[in-house]
């Protein structure tokens, strides 16, 4: 199957392509491979073998769910939300490269899509827990229905240097936030993916990461403007990929402080783990604001490759907060502005 897959010419070599993996994925095979054959005496004939998903969509923007919700598609444009330095990323460029472990554990890092073909993001429910008035569990496609969405374009930045512009559909944390009515308590909310063994190859393939995938914010951070629930993208759902039903979008941080396919909202009273900061404490902090003055410790943050589409990719240089300064500095008063080691 993975040889009828081309990869574009535009995807970055190996050696420059900072994956957060690759790491982690050598420090942890010898663990996983005994692990492997030693349950592989135990476990019935054909169970450890990497079932390959079914190759259902014939292209990157086949993937939207066919039973999506499309109530108030394509939405109004927020005009306060705009990249004017910068053209918009392709649409097919934008789902088609793309970092989402649950589907991918090696080989062709970004080529998610081909994978995404077992995965039925609905119906799935999302979960309120923790530190609210009352816990409650609703559709997500009555979720979508009910909200009142909009577009915003906004800057996107990945901790490896790669950069996009994205039309994102959806609406504010803030108002998802409201709807849980958080007790006093609460100081942080915690957000966990989607964990379908049976739909999502990365996790099969990948047993002894810590899945489900789990991020998380300081309240004030939920609820500061910016933070955005993305239902859709380019006026249309989601496709897979991209983290159907429902993922965040953080433009101030980096790409990994958005999980994708978020199925509960957990309010707690403490700062809670994160899935990367876990693995590699030493190269992905809590905080990870978008910071051209901290480097990831195997690489610059300076610049970035700034993907307009497949053939179009320039180096560019990062702006602090990615550009958005102004809405979010306030909540940071300690965030460096001089070239710093400090990781947060
Ligand atoms: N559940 C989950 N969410 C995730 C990830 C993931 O692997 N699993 N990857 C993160 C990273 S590293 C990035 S850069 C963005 C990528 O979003 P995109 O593929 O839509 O550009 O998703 C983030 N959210
Ligand atoms: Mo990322």
């Given at each position: 199957?993975?040889?009828?897959?081309?990869?574009?010419?535009?995807?970055?070599?190996?050696?420059?392509?900072?994956?957060?993996?690759?790491?982690?994925?050598r420090r942890q095979f010898i663990r996983a491979t005994s692990l492997a054959i030693a349950s592989a005496a135990l476990a019935p004939a054909g169970c450890l073998a990497r079932s390959a998903p079914s190759l259902v969509h014939s292209g990157p923007l086949?993937?939207?769910?066919?039973?999506?919700p499309r109530t108030g598609l394509p939405a109004a444009r927020n005009a306060a939300f705009s990249v004017p330095e910068r053209p918009l990323t392709d649409r097919v460029a934008a789902s088609s490269y793309n970092n989402f472990y649950e589907f991918i554990s090696t080989g062709d890092l970004k080529n998610v899509w081909p994978l995404v073909g077992d995965y039925q993001p609905f119906p799935q429910t999302v979960k309120v827990s923790g530190l609210v008035e009352k816990k409650f569990e609703i559709d997500i496609a009555d979720l979508i229905r009910e909200m009142e969405l909009e577009e915003r374009i906004?800057?996107?930045?990945?901790?490896?240097?790669?950069?996009?512009?994205?039309?994102?559909?959806?609406?504010?944390?803030?108002?998802?936030i409201d709807k849980c009515a958080p007790t006093s308590k609460?100081?942080?909310?915690?957000?966990?993916?989607?964990?379908?063994?049976?739909?999502?190859p990365g996790?099969?393939?990948?047993?002894?990461?810590?899945?489900?995938?789990?991020?998380?914010?300081?309240?004030?951070e939920a609820m500061n403007d910016l933070a955005f629930v993305a239902?859709?993208?380019?006026?249309?759902?989601l496709p897979k990929q991209n983290g159907s039903p429902m993922r965040l979008v953080l433009p101030w941080k980096y790409g990994y402080k958005g999980p994708?396919?978020?199925?509960?909202?957990?309010?707690?009273?403490?700062?809670?783990?994160?899935?990367?900061?876990?693995?590699?404490?030493?190269?992905?902090?809590?905080?990870?604001?978008?910071?051209?003055?901290?480097?990831?410790?195997r690489w610059s943050q300076a610049t970035e490759r700034y993907i307009q589409?497949?053939?179009?990719i320039e180096r560019r240089d990062t702006f602090l907060f990615n550009g958005y300064a102004e809405q979010v500095g306030s909540l940071y008063p300690d965030e460096p502005t001089t070239l710093s080691r400090r990781i947060r």
């Open positions: 199957m993975a040889g009828i897959i081309i990869p574009p010419s535009w995807r970055i070599p190996e050696r420059e392509a900072a994956d957060k993996a690759g790491y982690a994925n086949d993937t939207i769910p066919a039973n999506a906004y800057r996107f930045r990945c901790v490896e240097a790669w950069s996009m512009t994205v039309p994102w559909t959806g609406f504010p944390l803030r108002k998802l609460a100081t942080h909310v915690a957000f966990i993916s989607a964990d379908k063994p049976k739909e999502m996790i099969r393939n990948a047993p002894w990461w810590d899945w489900p995938y789990f991020e998380g914010l300081r309240l004030a239902t859709g993208m380019y006026g249309e759902p994708k396919a978020v199925v509960e909202l957990r309010f707690v009273d403490q700062q809670p783990p994160t899935f990367w900061n876990k693995l590699q404490p030493a190269e992905y902090g809590f905080v990870s604001n978008v910071n051209p003055n901290v480097p990831h410790p589409s497949e053939v179009n």
